[in-house]
């Protein structure tokens, strides 16, 4: 079954690389990445800024450019940012803004609503937003009048699931990505969501696995086809995603 990988991160340290929250990443380069999933059949994928690489753009161009044209750029920016930055990030690949409300980064909470309709009436990106989804009913008003939204992690909690399946039901999407790090039910969170919402899910590898409790295997992959239907199997770990990033390419 082709995959089409929503989040994993590149580690370039010819680019900058901050501390964050005392933690320093190891390097990932794009021939790691293809070496630890040649045995799978990714047939596209978003490379996702992390909190320790701020708003430098350099390793996501670079990385984008050696990935091919079926694959993405999530990115952190500064509100400040110029629209002509943007559509030239645009037209070398990136696709969403990401706000790293978890692990900081990026732009503040706070620059939500008017920063992600602003990529979105420009180029189409949709935002993508690392958070805890118990914090989820302070911005929901806000979540529920943008365009274009999603959360990482199955929202990372247990407690948090009823709110982010309110979400779903409204048309947010949600990563099936960094099992080895949530504090949830994996299974029934996807199975929830997925009743909420068949286009949401979209599955990731969340490599190289940063500060997770366990890494990305294999047996993640599994874990949805033995849950799944064959259809519904697909649509999570293929196709859900690829619509959803290609949307904004015309």
Do not use: C
């Amino acid at each position: 079954m082709k995959i089409f990988d929503a989040h994993f991160h590149i580690i370039d340290f010819d680019f900058p690389i901050s501390e964050n929250q005392g933690y320093i990443p190891p390097s990932y380069v794009v021939e790691d990445y293809l070496r630890e999933t040649a045995n799978f059949n990714v047939a596209g994928g978003a490379i996702v800024s992390g909190s320790f690489q701020g708003f430098d753009q350099g390793y996501l161009v670079k990385a984008l450019a050696l990935m091919g044209p079926t694959f993405y750029g999530v990115t952190q920016l500064p509100y400040t940012v110029t629209d002509e930055e943007i559509l030239g990030l645009h037209d070398k690949g990136v696709r969403a803004l990401r706000f790293n409300i978890k692990r900081g980064g990026s732009m503040d909470i706070s620059k939500l609503d008017y920063f992600a309709r602003r990529v979105f009436d420009l180029v189409g990106w949709h935002s993508e937003l690392y958070i805890d989804a118990q914090e989820l009913p302070e911005i929901a008003p806000i979540l529920q009048q943008l365009p274009a939204i999603s959360i990482d992690h199955l929202g990372l909690s247990e407690a948090g699931l009823p709110h982010l399946v309110q979400l779903v039901e409204q048309g947010v999407r949600v990563k099936a990505t960094g099992f080895g790090r949530v504090e949830v039910n994996v299974v029934q969170a996807m199975e929830e969501i997925y009743k909420a919402n068949p286009d949401a899910l979209m599955f990731g590898t969340d490599l190289p696995s940063t500060r997770a409790k366990r890494p990305f295997h294999v047996t993640d992959i599994d874990l949805i086809q033995q849950t799944f239907d064959a259809k519904a199997a697909e649509k999570i770990l293929f196709s859900n995603a690829d619509t959803w990033y290609a949307r904004s390419n015309n």
